[in-house]
């Protein structure tokens, strides 16, 4: 006997739904609604969801971004940080589009049939701007990010062909449960703050963009910017008298400078008022360019692998946060427009589940040529970012990298692109289609740290930094991973994935999946190759090197670096104990240290028994290093800490046996 369809009745109000719910009896009497949001949830996300106040400054520019701006300025007080001033050429926003984005938080004209009527989307598409750029912002929460910063702001705005501008100055509340207070029809809603708006007469009608002007900055986002924990015990170390011991904390190597705790005073760190990479007066982009540099050359002069909490202050790397983070060009070009012949060897990644990459013959072309490669797709005009004295770009560098002990010499690039149309799934599961085209190079030293892992960007923006786990990959390849930069470009998809705040990703949904496994088969072929690669250079140079003196001790610490690194051509970094502080060897990896911080000093070693054992010691010492440097462990800790500990191990070495 056929079964019955069951009989579906649709409520949409609260009432409603209660009493249909408790008439219902069994599955053939079905009560249909659709879910909706109670809108506290976008009263905390204008109260502030971000993690850091940089993330407030990556929104304003994306939203300039969209609106076909080719130059945002932002310029700040720093290092005082009271005030912010964003500033580009961009559409700008006509009374109808400002009282939109208002009275509609969380409702963006972006993406919606709103959109062509303000002026905020093409006519033809809602998902690009009016210029054709694929849009970033999805849901108009952008602008209040800034509550991140401040509760206080003004907008200025103004649209090409108007005699005035439009001017507002917003006042944000503080969220609080308390403050829900029933409306007229019942229902409880909360006032995300007040807003000021008046018109200007526009002395240039031709004019357009949006100027957005932070004032009263937080304390607590102040403090951050004014990288204010650091130099707070800075300050506490400078109060100590010699005889005191003081904090294991340095002074950054490069900042934009101090105040004192009324924000007032300018204050000098070893005589100097700021400490920069570039000089005042540089080029805005040739000044980012030596800021790019100045991490290089950490790894050239005495740290293999530099970290950026450890180089700069909040402020420098808050501004390669952001040049990573936006819709730019790269410091010395994109990697799919060089051509590789001569210093890296290139692949081809497979999309097959058992697949292996495929060397390619790249001679004479770049990649994007030989390979067919697109990224970035959709980008209309030029886009200029300038950020006080610098003229941001995306901080990677591929070529020219420093010579490493590794006997594979050049890097790896592995280049990957997919479409997958998930057509076994209905589109309201799937997402939809997913295409992107990805790269992951391999060279034996990625400098920074940060830059260790792979990066997602969606239409070129991205809002995670580098995932040093690639997406939780559970294979035990720490050090291979150390060893790989990976940018996943994708075109089409995983918009939906990519949760409010833009810093994380659903890891469930459908284009999560699919990205991650494709990843990790990725990993796979790079770690199959590269260790393919280093077995036949190793045996090569096994030949040219045979009969070499290696001390015991030195095989040891070549055995577990090798072993740790699962990987056969890889040396360990040397370890050097200069008397200037400085490298001394001429080519490879190596941490230095200033000898004296170390080694006690006593009267040299006079008989030839005494060199010897000084000498054994010191190899020793070195030994261990680079057992601990293999484990990740001497990274783990700062570098007076690293002198600390080895100093520590030198005295047990030496003290006498029973």
């Known amino acids: 006997m056929p079964t019955q369809p069951p009989h579906v009745s649709e409520v949409h109000d609260e009432l409603g739904l209660v009493a249909s719910i408790r008439a219902s009896h069994g599955t053939q009497d079905v009560v249909r609604t659709t879910l909706k949001t109670d809108e506290r949830v976008i009263a905390r996300v204008t109260d502030g969801i971000y993690r850091q106040p940089g993330s407030a400054l990556r929104e304003l520019i994306s939203n300039a971004y969209d609106a076909d701006a080719s130059r945002v300025v932002i310029k700040t007080d720093a290092p005082r940080f009271e005030r912010i001033l964003v500033e580009d050429d961009g559409h700008g926003m006509g009374p109808e589009a400002l009282a939109h984005l208002l009275l509609h938080i969380g409702g963006s004209a972006k993406r919606s049939e709103a959109g062509p009527g303000l002026g905020v989307t093409a006519s033809n598409d809602p998902m690009r701007s009016p210029n054709g750029r694929r849009l970033i912002g999805k849901i108009g929460i952008g602008l209040f990010s800034v509550s991140q910063l401040t509760h206080s702001f003004q907008i200025i705005t103004k649209v090409k062909g108007d005699d005035h501008r439009t001017v507002a ?16 029809d019942g229902e409880k809603k909360f006032e995300s703050g007040k807003v000021n ?43 100590y008298s010699e005889s005191e011991e003081k904090l294991a904390i ?10 004192d705790t009324s924000g007032d005073l300018l204050k000098k760190t070893e005589g100097k008022i700021w400490a920069l990479p570039w000089e005042k007066g540089d080029p805005p982009g040739e000044a980012f360019a030596k800021l790019v540099q100045s991490v290089w050359d950490e790894v050239e002069q005495s740290t293999p692998n530099p970290q950026l909490d450890r180089i700069f202050d909040y402020y420098l790397r808050m501004v390669w946060q952001l040049s990573l983070a936006v819709p730019l060009p790269y410091v010395e070009g994109h990697l799919f427009d060089m051509d590789v012949d001569g210093w890296a060897d290139a692949f081809t990644l497979s999309n097959q589940p058992k697949g292996a990459a495929q060397k390619v013959d790249v001679a004479t072309a770049p990649l994007r040529k030989k390979l067919d490669l697109h990224d970035p797709i959709g980008l209309v005009g030029g886009f200029d970012v300038f950020f006080d004295d610098l003229k941001l770009a995306r901080p990677l560098k591929f070529k020219g990298l420093p010579a490493t002990n590794n006997a594979l010499k050049h890097p790896l690039v592995f280049i990957g692109k997919c479409r997958e149309e998930f057509k076994k799934l209905p589109r309201e599961l799937s997402g939809g289609p997913l295409a992107f085209e990805a790269y992951l190079f391999w060279t034996p030293k990625v400098a920074p740290v940060e830059h260790q892992g792979s990066l997602v960007r969606i239409h070129g923006s991205s809002g995670t930094l580098f995932d040093s786990t690639f997406m939780r990959y559970q294979v035990s390849e720490q050090t291979r991973r150390r060893q790989i930069t990976c940018e996943i470009f994708v075109s089409e998809g995983l918009d939906s994935a990519l949760n409010i705040d833009r810093e994380s990703f659903n890891s469930a949904h459908p284009h999560s999946v699919y990205i991650t496994k494709w990843l990790h088969s990725a990993l796979r072929q790079v770690a199959s190759a590269q260790k393919r690669l280093a077995s036949e250079v190793r045996e090569h140079t096994r030949g040219e090197s045979k009969g070499a003196a290696v001390s015991e001790i030195q095989r040891v610490a070549s055995d577990v670096w090798q072993r740790e690194a699962d990987d056969p051509g890889a040396r360990p970094p040397s370890i050097e104990l200069s008397t200037t502080g400085r490298k001394s060897e001429a080519v490879g990896e190596s941490y230095v240290y200033a000898r004296a911080a170390i080694v006690p000093d006593r009267p040299r070693a006079q008989t030839s028994k005494a060199k010897a054992r000084s000498a054994i010691l010191e190899e020793k010492l070195k030994a261990i290093a680079q057992v601990l440097a293999s484990f990740g462990l001497l990274d783990a800790v700062p570098k007076r800490k690293q002198e600390e500990l080895l100093k520590a191990i030198y005295e047990i070495l030496d003290a006498p046996g029973e």
């Not at 100055?169 to 007229?184: F, I, K, M, N």
Request: aromatic content about 6%; overall charge negative.
């Open 169 to 184: 100055t917003v006042a944000l509340r503080q969220y609080a449960d308390e403050d829900l207070a029933p409306s007229h």
């Open 197 to 239: 708006i008046w018109r200007e007469k526009a002395a240039d009608t031709t004019s357009h963009g949006t100027t957005i002007i932070l004032t009263s900055i937080r304390p607590q986002a102040r403090d951050t910017l004014r990288s204010r924990d650091i130099w707070n015990a800075i300050e506490q170390n400078e109060s």
């Open 250 to 259: 340095e002074p950054p190597r490069f900042h934009i400078g101090r105040v």
